[in-house]
């Protein structure tokens, strides 16, 4: 493992035992360091690493052990890690969103560049078969000019099963941001960077009751809209429409849709890596289901972390901070809007990174 990509893990909740898995099974990755707030967490998950160890989040930020941090803490936390990391000149990946506000994240991303570090961000769903079959299929021009999406993400709300749904709840949380990343990195991987956007929401219920766990009954407080809707207008001209809600207790909705002159597509659900496209041609009276034709079959949580590095040095990581920037640019302006009731013009455009060949 003498050439292993030296990885430090800072939080160790929830959503880091898939990624621990991911990595376990990469043989160009090895966890050198866990950290977490909860030092007995960290602690209990390095027993099980074989080449890791327990460390303050300081100490792991300064190991000199360490190549990559993978940030895995809760939203509120993720720019300080990564600018204590990036100023300890270490490669940072973290969760989505790249930061709980625009203005952190932009922090982060000039902290990144400046100091020569490479910066990636979830989600990596979007560079699975599901939404990479889908774009293949779109820039292939089968659907003919794409002319407008709908995405829509309607739940009953995390706190019915995550055992700490706090932050869900508060800024940085509610469903455009939290589950918003998946949505709109679809959007743009299918039509391309988002030029402005309106939006509208609503909080109607001022608490959520923990659904399980060891808090189970405990009501948390509810300190941003619950129901956001907007409209993205992308450079191209396409619109799509997002609706992203922890108010709706069912939908039959698909996750997203995309229309195009020539046929009509129904994308599978953007947090998820793999899933079915389906396709109906003007004049036919069928849905039709594509076989994959991009995208890494298979994966799981960790992939965008492979693939920044696995990529060569200098060429951008697919799960980059800069889609993570414009993202969290397009979900900020859609608050904005939200709040201002104006239109709110968006000034990041990056690439759309290359598609996935099928593996
Ligand atoms: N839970 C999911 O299904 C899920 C899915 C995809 C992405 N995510 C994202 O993953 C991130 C973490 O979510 P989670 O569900 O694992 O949360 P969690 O609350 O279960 O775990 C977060 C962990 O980070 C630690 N932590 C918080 N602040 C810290 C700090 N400053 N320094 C060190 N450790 C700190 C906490 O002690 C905790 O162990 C979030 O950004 C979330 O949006 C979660």
């Known amino acids: 493992m003498g050439s292993a990509h030296r990885i430090g893990v800072v939080g160790l909740g929830v959503i880091s035992r898939v ?16 950290a977490d707030l909860d030092f007995a967490r960290a602690e209990a998950v390095a027993t099980g690493l074989p080449a890791a160890r327990a460390l303050s989040v300081a100490e792991l930020i300064a190991a000199d052990d360490v190549d990559v941090v993978l940030n895995l803490t809760i939203p ?16 940072v990946y973290g969760e989505k969103p790249l930061a709980a506000s625009y203005a952190d994240a932009e922090a982060v991303v000039r902290a990144a560049a400046a100091a020569g570090v490479r910066l990636g961000c979830a989600p990596d769903t979007v560079l699975g078969t599901g939404i990479q079959t889908a774009r293949a299929f779109i820039d292939a021009g089968e659907i003919g000019r794409p002319l407008a999406a709908t995405a829509v993400m309607a739940t009953p709300g995390h706190e019915r ?33 988002v030029a402005w956007v309106t939006g509208a929401g609503s909080r109607l219920r001022s608490e959520r009751v923990i659904g399980q766990g060891p808090r189970a009954g405990e009501a948390v407080p509810v300190a941003v ?12 001209g396409a619109l799509s429409t997002i609706t992203t809600s922890f108010d ?8 997203i849709e995309v229309h195009g002159e020539a046929a009509s597509l129904i994308v599978p659900d ?28 298979g994966a799981a949580r960790g992939a965008g972390l492979l693939d920044m590095l696995r990529t060569s040095d200098g060429a951008e990581p697919r799960a980059s901070g800069d889609m993570g920037l414009h993202v969290l640019e397009v979900m900020a302006g859609l608050l904005e809007s939200a709040e201002t009731g104006s239109r709110v013009e968006i000034r990041t455009s990056p690439q759309r990174p290359p598609l996935v060949p099928l593996a």
Not at 225 to 236: F, K, M, Q, R
Not at 271 to 293: C, K, T
């Open 19 to 34: 990624y621990l898995e991911t990595l376990a099974a990469a043989p160009d990755a090895e966890i050198t360091a866990v």
């Open 76 to 91: 509120a936390a993720h720019a300080e890690i990564a600018l204590a990391a990036i100023a300890a000149g270490k490669d």
């Open 161 to 193: 099963w995550h055992p700490n749904p706090d932050f869900y709840y508060q800024p940085g949380g509610g469903p455009l941001l939290d589950m918003g990343p998946y949505y709109v990195t679809a959007l743009v991987q299918l039509l391309g960077p």
């Open 225 to 236: 809209d619950s129901h956001v809707t907007g409209i993205l207008g992308h450079a191209t």
């Open 248 to 255: 709706a207790v069912a939908s039959t909705a698909p996750p």
């Open 270 to 297: 953007p947090n998820n890596f793999d899933g079915a496209v389906s396709v109906r041609r003007l004049g036919s009276a069928d849905w039709e289901v594509l076989s994959p034709l991009a995208g890494i079959a």
